[in-house]
T-cell receptor, first 112, second 107 residues
Framework: DGGITQSPKYLFRKEGQNVTLSCEQN?????MYWYRQDPGQGLRLIYY???????QKGDIAEGYSVSREKKESFPLTVTSAQKNPTAFYLC???????????FGQGTRLTVV | SQQGEEDPQALSIQEGENATMNCSYK?????LQWYRQNSGRGLVHLIL?????REKHSGRLRVTLDTSKKSSSLLITASRAADTASYFC???????FGTGTRLQVFP
């Protein structure tokens, strides 16, 4: 069953801790993306990757890091440097940048 | 802000009515997509319109694109309660979403 999977669905983090959000796709897509969504707002781009071992910063990359060691995986680490990490995080993939993107079901991160 | 502007921010209509939402960007648009998001869920792709297309239809959806005005519109005809969701435009080249329109359709 092809698709894009994010885990966990809910994540709680203590202040000062780093956490890693998982994103896996079996669609054989080259491009993958991470977005952040705050309540009642649109999505803002954190990082994106068009090819393995390469990624670019989006509009709000500060306090986040990513890796793209495998085509199917694009994990996002929320570091302690991110001042307001509580948000809904969405991962997506597409064949190339200019085509339909498929989204995961999201990870809701809460700092406690 | 790098986000596209959508209006209205919220729209409430009765079943059977049409819903129109508009999207505009400060940056150029070549290709544009529309997505739907049910509350607290991921996004679902609705339609992609390319720069050489001014209008596109898919079922009850009609999308227009005006690259000179850097704007697009989404029309949902004969709306249903199941259309209740948030709708986002997406500037494909710039990887920028709009701010979204929350649509509520009452039975």
């Amino acid at each position: 069953d092809g698709g894009i999977t994010q885990s966990p669905k809910y994540l709680f983090r203590k202040e000062g801790q780093n956490v890693t959000l998982s994103c896996e796709q079996n669609l054989n897509h080259d491009a993958m993306y991470w977005y952040r969504q705050d309540p009642g707002q649109g999505l803002r781009l954190i990082y994106y990757s068009q090819i393995v071992n390469d990624f670019q910063k989006g509009d709000i990359a500060e306090g986040y890091s990513v890796s793209r060691e495998k085509k199917e995986s694009f994990p996002l680490t929320v570091t302690s440097a991110q001042k307001n990490p509580t948000a809904f995080y969405l991962c997506a993939s597409s064949g190339v940048i200019d085509t339909e993107a498929f989204f995961g079901q999201g990870t809701r991160l809460t700092v406690v | 802000s790098q986000q596209g502007e959508e209006d209205p921010q919220a729209l409430s209509i009765q079943e059977g009515e049409n819903a129109t939402m508009n999207c505009s960007y400060k940056t150029s648009i070549n290709n544009l997509q529309w997505y739907r998001q049910n509350s607290g869920r991921g996004l679902v792709h609705l339609i992609l319109i390319r720069s050489n297309e001014r209008e596109k239809h898919s079922g009850r959806l009609r999308v227009t694109l005006d690259t000179s005005k850097k704007s697009s519109s989404l029309l949902i005809t004969a709306s249903r309660a199941a259309d209740t969701a948030s709708y986002f435009c997406y500037n494909t080249d710039k990887l920028i979403f709009g701010t979204g329109t929350r649509l509520q359709v009452f039975p």
